[in-house]
């Protein structure tokens, strides 16, 4: 609505005292088109800021700024905060935006925007709102409105972004503002902020914090001196004006420049004579240009011009002639001569919009403001309920009529009810789901239709959900106790109820809902998706009281389904997940992932979730298919950003793949997945359950990369010796502390702390130690003072290792259960490590493996065994970042006289025609000495070369089919 393309009329007047600020500007736009006074320089943007009171002269300030701008070839990009537009989502940002995409097609506007653009149009009012259940998180389409500001800056560059009266900038345009201000300097952007500082909403801290960032002052707009006043009076009335008439002029505006000039051009239009003995008539005059006196020499116009100007003060800035003409309830000439009125009394302002239309405008915000609070309070509620229906009538559709609809008072009307709730749906699409929830509590407050309330309540609850969770429960809780809700609507409401629940960690209030709602169905296609719903929500119950009663129970569920829908895709899903999680087989865990996968389930499912999915590929992972799961997690990245959730959950799958490259040994990879991951959940929130995995998972990849120092760090700031989540977390946040102690040589609280991780997993029935290592990491701090006990606690998990079967699990168990015998016995289990982890993915296992039994043979008295296996675990170790592991080898071989050899380096994911030639064979079935056959070479060689297949694919010899797609 407010996409002007010519300058304002208040922005006319001379700038007087203020040469700092100009000069601060036209050295800005210097030093970011790369020019100084000395010659060419490196371009350099910044953010500039000036603060004052209304009519002090930042509009002048900004003109001059973009007009100087201009001058310098800079493509300047505007927009203006509205008193009346504070409400309407993204109205700065489509100010700043639209200009540069108005002549362009809809295809080159998707041309332009690309994969963005299903994201950002709707935002942006480019496109209308796309129709269905998910929409983008607000941080996506903040994400989205960075690529496109940074695309047109690299595009059109020098860019000067200019935006006044931010103390009205919408919520929305100003998240997006302030933070992107930090970019401005590496993006060779100037960005130029104005407001009144006394005016900054309370919610806007952000804008207090950019108008003061990095330390700096804001340019604080002084009032003019009595010389400054007298030179504007003098050039408004002549060079005659006496000295007192001119300090009598100052005196009565307080040196305001926009009220000085409003009162000379008043006393030129009266022809008042610039004298000391017309002071009295100053000052009638001086009453007129604000306040009460304003409204009276508008009254003065005849009730005609009042109206046209109550319904532009009510509409608010840039609105079509025609629509304030019908506000007013004037006729087509009676509106334009109206016009003519204002404008002459320079109260309003005619412009010309980016549509080519006319509209009109306020010749100063404090007009507009003035006039607004002067319509009685029962005429204005009139008036924006005349308005709404003329922005609705006119085609602007309901988000435009929204704000008006705001402002009117309840009466029961269901055309209210049905705009409120478009506009909702529309500004919930764009990304905006705070000003959802403003027009559904206003739609619920109409109130709706009976039949209707329910609806309304869970639109209002789904709205809140990933924001006020406990606030979704009392919506979607009375939305259950409506009495007309139709079935469809009812279980809708309970599933969206459930995951309120669990998102506030009440798992078992969530599960019981599903119980008593699944109970008093009639329908067996429901009963069985709450059923899957109930385990999804028990399985991360860090409370259930029987977690193996449940597991028999969806042991039993799962063995009569085929997958034939999503929901028995779901339980599927959960078997594979429990399965692992309790150590049953592989080939268990694997065989109903499979199935799970088989037909697809979606990550971005708003109704199913994405938690299944998720805990899919995780169980790949820990059954030594890590390359199968990184597919799935990469399917998951690519829904998550096409559909705009830049927020928890794209930070969950950022952690779990990173996850997934630790379990892989690709250290480095996994710790900067693992930061991303973390960096979104900080900007989500503190304490969420995304934090709690990326924590976890980043400390777990520190230790394995030797960095002790920044695990310590980050467990220190994250506080994670203070606290259990409320959900079952991966790695265990309390195993993840015991290992760190273990690492800094805290052997008896690490104790303390594993052995208690241990009896809450045990209770659980979780007794995979691929899932949660907890009684390794024991071991090795029990063998310091108790290698009896040690011995027993790692030949327990061996065990259960076994019984799990995964060589990865199977190989570092037998290599911590080395730590607690002599060395004779420590290198036969060494070498059996060796040989389980060369069939496994787990290159950081191996390398520590072969380090280990490199040690182990040197002591023993095998150099020449112990150097081969030393500098093979070297450079697997350098390979996977697992820095401190390296340097260990290093020093192995030194201390046994051998000159470490330069490491060789080769590309990761690239099979030479050796490692393929060999995993070939292996796929199709040779054991090794067929294959040492095949290749002519020896069963050992072959080992080596199905070791670094098994690494780069990311699968052990069961996945190898798939990985090479035979």
């Known amino acids: 609505m407010s996409d002007i393309t010519e300058p304002q009329g208040w922005a006319s007047h001379p700038l007087l005292e203020r040469e700092a600020e100009v000069l601060a500007i036209h050295r800005a736009v210097d030093e970011l088109c790369g020019t100084s006074r000395t010659g060419p320089t490196t371009r350099r943007g910044g953010v500039l800021t000036f603060a004052g009171a209304g009519g002090i002269g930042k509009t002048t300030l900004l003109t001059e700024a973009r007009r100087h701008a201009a001058e310098r070839s800079c493509t300047v990009l505007f927009a203006r905060g509205g008193e009346q537009e504070k409400q309407v989502p993204f109205h700065v940002m489509r100010q700043l935006i639209q200009p540069t995409f108005a002549a362009m097609s809809e295809d080159e506007r998707r041309d332009v925007l690309g994969n963005w653009y299903s994201i950002v149009a709707p935002a942006l009012g480019l496109t209308a709102a796309p129709k269905g259940p998910t929409a983008p998180d607000p941080q996506g389409v903040r994400d989205g409105l960075d690529w496109v500001v940074t695309h047109l800056t690299v595009r059109s560059a020098p860019v000067v972004l200019v935006v006044d009266d931010a103390h009205w900038a919408d919520a929305e345009s100003l998240a997006w503002l302030t933070a992107f201000a930090a970019r401005a300097e590496e993006l060779a952007m100037l960005i130029l902020v104005a407001c009144r500082p006394n005016e900054i909403p309370a919610e806007a801290a952000s804008l207090r914090a950019l108008m003061s960032r990095q330390g700096t002052r804001p340019h604080e707009l002084a009032s003019l001196t009595t010389s400054a006043v007298a030179r504007i009076v003098r050039d408004a009335l002549g060079e005659s004006a006496d000295d007192v008439f001119c300090r009598e002029c100052w005196a009565i505006t307080g040196g305001n420049p926009f009220e000085v000039v409003e009162l000379a051009m008043k006393g030129r239009d009266r022809g008042l004579k610039p004298h000391q003995d017309n002071i009295p008539q100053l000052r009638d005059l001086a009453s007129a240009v604000k306040g009460s006196g304003l409204i009276d020499r508008l009254e003065q116009l005849g009730p005609s011009t009042v109206r046209l100007a109550w319904a532009a003060a009510v509409l608010g800035t840039a609105v079509p002639m025609s629509i304030v003409g019908s506000v007013a309830a004037l006729g087509e000439a009676q509106a334009a001569e109206s016009i003519d009125q204002l404008r002459n009394a320079r109260i309003l302002t005619v412009l010309t919009s980016l549509r080519r239309k006319e509209v009109v405008e306020f010749f100063h915000p404090l007009i507009a403001t003035a006039v607004y609070r002067s319509i009685p309070p029962g005429v204005r509620v009139g008036m924006h309920g005349m308005a709404a229906q003329a922005m609705v009538d006119d085609g602007f559709g309901a988000a435009a009529a929204a704000r008006h609809l705001l402002e009117m008072h309840p009466e029961g009307d269901p055309w209210v009810v049905q705009q409120l709730r478009q506009a909702a749906r529309e500004s919930f699409s764009a990304g905006a789901p705070d000003a959802a929830r403003r027009y559904l509590a206003r739609a619920l407050r109409e109130p709706p239709d009976m039949e209707d309330r329910a609806e309304v309540l869970f639109e209002l609850g789904s709205a809140n959900l990933l924001h006020e969770p406990a606030t979704t429960i009392n919506q979607l809780r009375a939305a259950l106790e409506e009495p007309k809700t139709e079935q469809a609507l009812r ?134 298919q890590p390359g199968r799961a990184e597919e799935l997690f990469n399917t998951g990245i690519v829904e998550f950003e096409a559909k705009g959730w830049r927020g928890a959950h794209l930070s969950f799958v950022y952690t779990l793949l990173g996850y997934v490259r630790y379990r892989r040994g690709r250290l480095a990879e996994a710790e900067d997945f693992v930061r991303n991951g973390l960096q979104i959940a900080d900007r989500v929130g503190h304490g969420i359950p995304a934090q709690w995995y990326a924590i976890g998972t980043l400390i777990e990849t520190l230790l394995a990369r030797g960095n002790t120092a920044e695990a310590e760090r980050v467990a220190k700031t994250y506080k994670l010796a203070e606290g259990l989540p409320k959900a079952v977390v991966y790695p265990d946040p309390q195993a993840v502390w015991g290992k760190l102690l273990l690492a800094q040589g805290r052997i008896d609280e690490a104790e303390q702390q594993l052995g208690a991780a241990g009896k809450r997993l045990d209770l659980r029935g979780t007794r995979n130690p691929s899932w949660s290592p907890w009684q390794l990491d024991l071991a090795l701090a029990q063998v310091t003072h108790e290698p009896d006990q040690a011995r027993a606690t790692a030949t327990e998990a061996l065990a259960r290792a076994r019984a799990f079967g995964a060589a990865s699990v199977i190989g570092q168990s037998l290599r911590v259960l080395a730590t607690t015998v002599d060395a004779s016995r420590a290198a036969v289990l060494l070498q059996e490590a060796v040989g389980h982890l060369e069939q496994s993915p787990a290159a950081g296992e191996l390398a520590h493996a072969l380090v280990d039994h490199g040690t182990a043979l040197h002591t023993l008295g095998d150099p020449h065994q112990a150097a081969q296996q030393l500098y093979r675990g070297m450079e697997t170790a350098a390979a996977c970042g697992a820095d401190a592991l390296a340097a260990r080898a290093r020093s192995q071989l030194a201390s046994a006289g051998l000159r470490p050899r330069r490491l060789h380096t080769f590309e990761q994911d690239t099979l030479t025609i050796a490692e393929h030639a060999a995993a070939r064979h292996a796929a199709l079935g040779l054991d090794n000495a067929a294959i040492a056959r095949e290749l002519g070479t020896d069963p050992r060689t072959v080992s080596e070369l199905l070791s670094a297949s098994f690494t780069k694919l990311g699968t052990d010899r069961l996945g190898l089919r798939r990985a090479l797609g035979i």
């Open 491 to 624: 279980e809708a409401i309970t599933y969206r109820l459930a995951q309120a629940l669990a998102h506030t960690g009440q798992m078992a209030e969530a599960a019981g809902l599903l119980a008593d709602e699944a109970r008093v169905s009639t329908s067996s296609r429901t009963r069985l998706r709450m059923q899957a719903e109930q385990f999804k929500w028990n399985s991360v119950r860090v409370d259930e009281e029987n977690s193996p009663a449940r597991s028999r129970l969806l042991a039993q569920f799962a063995k009569r389904l085929s997958g034939r829908g999503l929901p028995e895709r779901h339980i599927l899903g959960l078997r594979a997940w429990d399965a692992a999680m309790r150590g049953e087989p592989v080939a268990t865990a694997l065989d109903y992932a499979e199935q799970a996968l088989t037909g697809g389930m979606s990550w971005t499912d708003q109704d199913f979730g994405f938690e299944v999915p998720a805990v899919v590929a995780v169980t790949l992972m820990y059954c030594d």
